[in-house]
């Protein structure tokens, strides 16, 4: 019995000390990764491969006070086939999300429905193209989650193609987007 209580006190007992040391200061290695920005497009069916076909690809957000005391906020993601500057000369694409009534917080545009013709809602949503000629027809879209302007959202509508001379449908889903705050991203705040 005492062979078995030293062997006990000799191996179990510092087997057992190594165990739970190993055990209790294992912390957990998993690395969380950072949510990536996805966009994906599609026009009249056919997908876009939007980070292989434009060489822009920007956003912009925008809030201010009405003179009649609303919160107006704009949201942009303007594609643009050429690099360099954001021009309405070049051949680009807009998504234009914006509300006339918007949540006096931070966030440069709420979550919540977006129409097109924008009916009893205050929330609009248009899609561009280049040219004087185009227009939206209709489009419905949504901001899902807006995490400290870190937008997901999809809008779908139908729109003119002056180039194309018809009308087109499109399809926009884009997730982990950050909304940037630079004027120079897009014409199109100003417009809105």
């Not at 087997?15 to 599609?42: G, H, N, T």
């Not at 561009?128 to 809008?155: C, F, H, K, M, P």
């Not at 018809?166 to 630079?182: A, Y």
Request: proline share 3%.
């Amino acid at each position: 019995m005492k062979k078995l209580f030293d062997f006990k006190e000799k191996y179990l007992n510092p087997l057992v000390w190594i165990i739970l040391v190993l055990f209790f200061s294992c912390d957990d290695r998993k690395v969380e990764e950072e949510p990536q920005e996805l966009i994906q497009m599609w026009l009249d069916g056919n997908e876009i491969p939007v980070y292989d076909y434009y060489e822009s690809i920007t956003t912009l957000g925008v809030k201010t006070l009405t003179d009649s005391g609303d919160v107006k906020k704009v949201f942009v993601i303007h594609f643009q086939k050429d690099a360099g500057r954001v021009s309405p000369e070049k051949e680009h694409y807009a998504l234009i999300m914006y509300d006339i009534d918007g949540i006096d917080n931070d966030d440069l545009i709420d979550e919540g429905s977006y129409v097109n013709p924008a009916s009893e809602s205050t929330k609009g949503v248009t899609l561009e193209i280049v040219g004087l000629s185009d227009y939206t027809s209709n489009a419905q879209g949504a901001i899902t989650r807006n995490d400290g302007n870190v937008v997901d959202g999809v809008v779908e509508g139908t729109f003119y193609n002056p180039y194309a001379e018809s009308m087109q449908n499109g399809l926009l889903l884009f997730e982990n987007v950050i909304i940037g705050i630079d004027t120079a991203n897009t014409f199109y705040s100003e417009y809105y």
